[in-house]
């Protein structure tokens, strides 16, 4: 029993050595780093001195230190970023719906500022920014070389003065100016109306009003149909949306879920990791739905497109979307200022990241440029190749039709009328409309 106790004794000795000699070089190399960052620390005191005693002009050190935050920040990622008391105090007003501006949410790429989307309605909306489009200049200045929140305050301004940016476009040749007079912007976050027995939700942001919006309007069609029976579907159109508030895309998810995750996310460390799951009930009854979608649609809406996607609730019809697959903390400083860090990815419920790759749709439908209008119609708008025999001065009547086959097909013939002004007008949209046609005849509906 003795040597037992000693052999162990001593194997526990020899491990205790073991661990000493394995933890002293960690240690060593932590002791290092640390010694780099004070010095690297001290090295930014140096430097803040010198500047603010012998740079050519007086200095604000409130600003220099703002400046040097912020660049920290944006170092890390496109989306992290330091904001000041306004802009944390505008950042939160935007999210209930309601602020002044021109009304794009925009990023940075290569150096100037890419509109990710303009928001339905709104100055840059009317002005004809579309997303994609890349401001160069803005009243003549260049943004180049600016940060991100530079170029922003470039742009903000007076409700009702005008500002003129530079605006670079695939497909076309060389820069264009576009004339936008700034105006205070309300944001309806949910526009619904039915369009040939589809539904029609347009979802142009997730703030604070969206899933309201969102129950309130399909309710509110569903009435005017007569009831979930008269109606072929829903469409929920993404289109240029740009995201919002996370708690939102859950809530607009789960609305037409009945079960099974929505999102995940997944921080630095994996305990910091939330999963969200779909509660029972769906607005829609089990009604077929499209989703729209294109290079516009961001973060929130990448969140409700793959969550449908994933769970086979939804076609996703349109374009590829933005990409935007990470979640950002607002966290408030000291001096009323606050800090938006990037602090984790969100997955769909198929584990798959979406993170500068974006949602693909299951149908590719892009949206056509409108084609001028031709020339060759007649006084009536008709053009002479689609007139019919029933279009003939003095043509016969049908004699082998009651006259409620008649009213079927006047009927038949105006939804086809309709239908055809859709697609001109919108063709993403008209496609959709189609598939809930398609899925409900398939479905035995009439």
Same mark, same amino acid.
């Given at each position: 029993?003795k040597?037992?106790?000693?052999?162990?004794?001593a194997g526990?000795?020899?491990g205790?050595i073991?661990?000493?000699?394995i933890?002293?070089?960690?240690?060593?190399?932590?002791?290092?780093?640390?010694s780099?960052?004070?010095?690297?620390?001290?090295?930014?005191?140096d430097?803040?001195?010198?500047?603010?005693?012998?740079?050519?002009?007086?200095?604000?050190?409130?600003?220099?230190?703002?400046a040097?935050?912020n660049?920290?920040?944006?170092?890390?990622?496109?989306?992290?970023?330091?904001?000041?008391?306004?802009?944390?105090?505008?950042?939160?007003?935007?999210?209930r719906?309601?602020?002044? $501006? +021109?009304?794009?949410?925009?990023?940075?790429?290569?150096?100037?500022?890419? %509109?990710v =989307?303009? !928001?339905d309605g @709104?100055p840059?909306?009317?002005?004809?920014?579309?997303?994609?489009d890349y401001?160069?200049?803005v009243?003549?200045?260049?943004?180049? $070389? +600016?940060?991100?929140?530079?170029?922003?305050d470039?742009?903000r301004?007076? %409700?009702? =003065?005008? !500002?003129v940016? @530079?605006v670079?476009?695939?497909?076309?040749?060389?820069?264009?100016d576009?004339?936008?007079?700034?105006?205070?912007?309300?944001?309806?976050?949910?526009?619904?109306?039915?369009?040939?027995?589809?539904?029609?939700?347009? %979802?142009s942001?997730?703030?604070?009003? @969206?899933?309201?919006?969102?129950?309130?309007?399909?309710?509110?069609?569903?009435?005017?149909?007569?009831?979930?029976?008269?109606?072929?579907?829903?469409?929920?159109?993404?289109?240029?949306?740009?995201?919002?508030?996370?708690?939102?895309?859950?809530?607009v998810?789960?609305?037409?879920?009945?079960?099974?995750?929505?999102?995940?996310?997944?921080?630095r460390?994996?305990?910091?990791?939330?999963?969200?799951?779909?509660?029972?009930?769906?607005?829609?009854q089990?009604?077929?739905?499209?989703?729209?979608?294109?290079?516009?649609?961001?973060?929130?809406?990448?969140i409700?497109?793959?969550a449908?996607?994933d769970?086979?609730?939804?076609?996703v019809?349109?374009?590829?979307?933005?990409?935007?697959?990470?979640?950002?903390?607002?966290?408030?400083?000291?001096?009323?200022?606050?800090?938006r860090?990037?602090?984790?990815?969100?997955?769909t419920?198929?584990?798959?990241?979406?993170?500068?790759?974006?949602?693909?749709?299951d149908?590719?439908?892009a949206q056509?440029?409108?084609?001028?209008?031709?020339?060759d119609?007649?006084?009536?708008?008709?053009?002479?190749?689609?007139?019919?025999?029933?279009?003939?001065?003095?043509?016969?009547?049908?004699?082998?039709?009651?006259?409620?086959?008649?009213?079927?097909?006047?009927?038949t013939?105006?939804?086809?009328?309709?239908?055809?002004?859709?697609?001109?007008?919108?063709?993403?949209l008209?496609?959709?409309?189609?598939?809930?046609?398609?899925?409900?005849?398939?479905?035995?509906a009439?």
């Open positions: 029993m040597k037992f106790l000693m052999a162990a004794g526990t000795l020899a205790a073991v661990t000493t000699q933890a002293a070089p960690l240690m060593a190399q932590e002791t290092q780093r640390n780099n960052v004070y010095e690297q620390l001290d090295l930014f005191g430097i803040f001195e010198r500047i603010r005693a012998q740079y050519v002009e007086e200095v604000n050190e409130g600003d220099l230190i703002e040097a935050i660049g920290m920040l944006t170092s890390l990622d496109p989306h992290s970023s330091y904001l000041p008391p306004e802009d944390a105090e505008d950042m939160q007003v935007q999210t719906g309601e602020f002044g $501006g +021109l009304g794009i949410e925009v990023t940075q790429e290569e150096g100037f500022v890419k %509109v =989307s303009p !928001i @709104t840059a909306y009317n002005a004809g920014v579309e997303a994609g401001i160069t200049h009243d003549g200045e260049s943004v180049l $070389g +600016l940060n991100l929140d530079e170029a922003v470039m742009m301004g007076p %409700v009702g =003065s005008e !500002i940016i @530079t670079v476009r695939e497909g076309e040749a060389e820069p264009f576009l004339s936008i007079i700034r105006d205070t912007i309300k944001v309806t976050a949910v526009r619904a109306r039915t369009e040939q027995k589809a539904v029609v939700l347009r %979802v942001a997730f703030s604070d009003q @969206t899933y309201q919006n969102l129950e309130d309007g399909l309710a509110e069609e569903i009435e005017k149909a007569g009831g979930i029976d008269k109606i072929n579907g829903i469409v929920i159109d993404l289109r240029n949306n740009p995201g919002g508030l996370l708690n939102q895309a859950i809530k998810s789960d609305a037409f879920l009945e079960k099974g995750e929505i999102v995940s996310t997944r921080g460390e994996p305990q910091d990791g939330e999963r969200f799951n779909a509660t029972p009930g769906d607005l829609a089990g009604k077929p739905i499209v989703v729209l979608i294109n290079g516009g649609s961001a973060s929130a809406s990448e409700v497109a793959g449908l996607q769970h086979n609730r939804a076609v019809v349109g374009t590829k979307s933005f990409g935007k697959g990470s979640v950002q903390t607002v966290m408030p400083l000291r001096g009323d200022g606050a800090m860090l990037t602090t984790s990815r969100y997955y419920p198929s584990g798959r990241s979406i993170q500068a790759l974006g949602v693909s749709p149908i590719l439908v056509p440029r409108r084609a001028p209008e031709s020339e119609e007649t006084e009536d708008g008709v053009p002479p190749l689609l007139r019919s025999e029933a279009d003939l001065r003095g043509s016969l009547d049908n004699d082998s039709l009651t006259e409620d086959e008649i009213q079927h097909i006047e009927e013939r105006e939804r086809a009328e309709q239908s055809a002004k859709l697609r001109e007008e919108d063709y993403q008209a496609y959709a409309v189609d598939i809930l046609k398609g899925l409900t005849t398939l479905n035995g009439k």
